[in-house]
């Protein structure tokens, strides 16, 4: 089992910055990779970015490119979510999760283990 818990979120105005952490407890951190998602009201929840467990390679959605970071300290068993120009339609619940093994993933369903999720509101 592994433990995600998210921090970091709040609200800010259009333009603005947040990190988002991620700390992991249960299992060795590294052997993870690791996702962020995000669900807007009413809608379904979708890929944000991801980053293999050595850190090595990273993924973002198309709508992220140029404003947002993962990254990962293994040391910490911690990820974070860098996300800058924020928008209001970056509104959402921000979600992290883990999967055992080396590659990170777009899907959902590629992840077993989610936190429970840091709310991020961005007024105009």
């Known amino acids: 089992q592994v433990q995600l818990v998210e921090s970091g979120g709040g609200l800010v105005q259009a333009g603005g910055s947040l990190r988002l952490s991620c700390a992991a407890s249960?299992?060795?951190?590294?052997?993870?990779?690791m996702g962020w998602f995000r669900q807007a009201p009413g809608k379904a929840r979708e890929f944000v970015a991801a980053i293999s467990w050595s850190g090595g390679s990273t993924y973002y959605a198309d709508f992220v490119k140029g404003r947002f970071t993962i990254a990962r300290d293994n040391a910490k068993n911690t990820v974070y979510l860098q996300m800058n120009t924020l928008k209001p339609e970056d509104t959402a619940v921000y979600y992290c999760?883990?999967?055992?093994?080396?590659?990170?993933?777009?899907?959902?369903?590629?992840?077993?283990?989610w936190g429970q999720g840091t709310q991020v509101t961005v007024s105009s």
């Open positions: 999760a883990a999967r055992g093994g080396t590659y990170a993933y777009m899907a959902a369903d590629r992840y077993n283990y």
């Open positions: 249960g299992r060795t951190f590294s052997n993870y990779a």
